[in-house]
């Protein structure tokens, strides 16, 4: 079955520094990984998705890279600010399409 | 605010028993999504609802079931409740069913305490 891994570990960084989270997923390959962001107790917010066939895909301060040679994605804030301070998920289909599968999530903390 | 509506925003309850979580999606939205979301296991897919029918079905155990009725809210039964069914549960929305690429909107979510 598909397997989704984010960094486990909180990330913490200064304000005006870009942020670096990570997605990597096993055993197939999806048509596309959608990011989400969630804060504590509510639920998580579309951002960004990006299709097999799209090496990046940006957003405002958002950028979203998809190599699905190395099976992994990666999303970056530029010039972070202490308001994107949250938990950060990455979704893909499952196999049948039909559903969702979510990461563990990347919880960030940016201090000012 | 993302549109989609549940209720209640608590319930707390005592083991054996049996809870009805409520969702209603955007205007317009066809389709609805359960989760339950634990500080262990994450966001984990329990069922899928398209037009008042079934579409899929994650892990979803036996004791809880859904539906979603003609005018497209949908309800969420949990039965012969455990405390290990502590957590959040989400309903989230979207346009369509098989298109892979909507993206989903999440209600606030009903946090179940089972003591």
């Known amino acids: 079955s598909q397997k989704i891994e984010q960094n486990s570990e909180a990330l913490n960084i200064q304000e005006g520094k870009t942020a670096t989270l990570t997605c990597n997923y096993t055993?197939?390959?999806?048509?596309?990984l959608q990011w989400y962001r969630q804060d504590p107790g509510r639920g998580p917010v579309f951002l960004l998705l990006i299709r097999e066939n799209e090496k990046e895909k940006r957003k405002e301060r958002l950028k979203v890279t998809f190599d699905t040679t190395l099976k992994q994605s990666l999303f970056h804030i530029t010039a972070s600010q202490p308001a994107d301070s949250a938990t950060y998920l990455c979704?893909?289909?499952?196999?049948?399409?039909?559903?969702?599968?979510f990461g563990k999530g990347t919880t960030l903390s940016v201090s000012s | 605010d993302s549109g989609v509506t549940q209720t209640p925003k608590h319930l707390i309850t005592a083991t054996g028993q049996r809870v009805t979580l409520r969702c209603s999606p955007r205007?317009?939205?066809?389709?609805v999504y359960w989760y339950q979301q634990s500080l262990d296991q994450g966001l984990q897919f329990l069922i899928q609802y398209y037009n008042g029918e079934e579409r899929a079905k994650g892990n979803i155990l036996e004791r809880f079931s859904a539906q979603q009725f003609p005018d497209l809210h949908s309800e969420l039964n949990l039965s012969s409740l455990e405390l290990g069914d502590s957590a959040l549960y989400f309903c989230?929305?979207?346009?369509?069913?098989?298109?892979?690429?909507?993206?989903?909107?999440f209600g606030p979510g009903t946090r179940l305490t089972v003591l």
């Open positions: 979704a893909l289909p499952n196999q049948a399409g039909t559903a969702l599968i």
């Open positions: 205007s317009g939205d066809l389709s």
């Open positions: 055993n197939y390959s999806p048509a596309y």
């Open positions: 989230a929305s979207s346009v369509g069913s098989l298109e892979p690429y909507n993206e989903q909107f």
